[in-house]
């Protein structure tokens, strides 16, 4: 009975685990963001905009935050989804796609790019 009940906490623990590593679920915040191909970055901490305080974050029942009111009025909530490597972003209707590169999520749009990262 005690080697049963075992094999079964270590096979929940085993799973626990591999769902914890698979999660999105927390803050990413922004590392880089370029504009026509020229990092802005370096502008942000000029204009003393602390980049820290733009964030993507995501709970575990697949909704999520983008705080950019650091540099605009500007909070946008909506749901995600990932497949593979790719995440999925929708608010009011509209879809955003990145990447997910380790724990990066990279945003890249025709002219500009984002890259968050997991604090």
């Known amino acids: 009975m005690k080697k049963t009940l075992a ?3 270590v096979i929940l623990f085993g ?3 591999l769902t914890g590593c698979n999660s999105l679920s927390g803050r990413y915040t922004l590392i880089s963001m370029d504009l026509d191909g020229e990092d802005i970055t370096e502008l942000f901490s000029i204009l003393g905009i602390d980049i ?4 993507l974050e995501f709970t575990s029942d697949g909704k999520f935050v983008m705080d950019m009111s650091a540099i605009y009025s500007g909070r946008t909530e909506g749901t995600y989804t990932v497949s593979g490597n790719t995440l999925t972003l929708t608010s009011n209707g509209d879809d955003v ?3 997910i590169q ?3 999520i990279i945003i890249d749009d025709d002219d500009s790019q984002a890259i968050f990262e997991k604090r």
């Not at 820290?52 to 964030?55: G, L, P």
């Open 52 to 55: 820290n305080d733009i964030y």
């Open 15 to 17: 799973i626990a685990l």
């Open 102 to 104: 380790g724990s990066k």
């Open 7 to 9: 094999i079964i906490l």
């Open 97 to 99: 796609i990145a990447i």
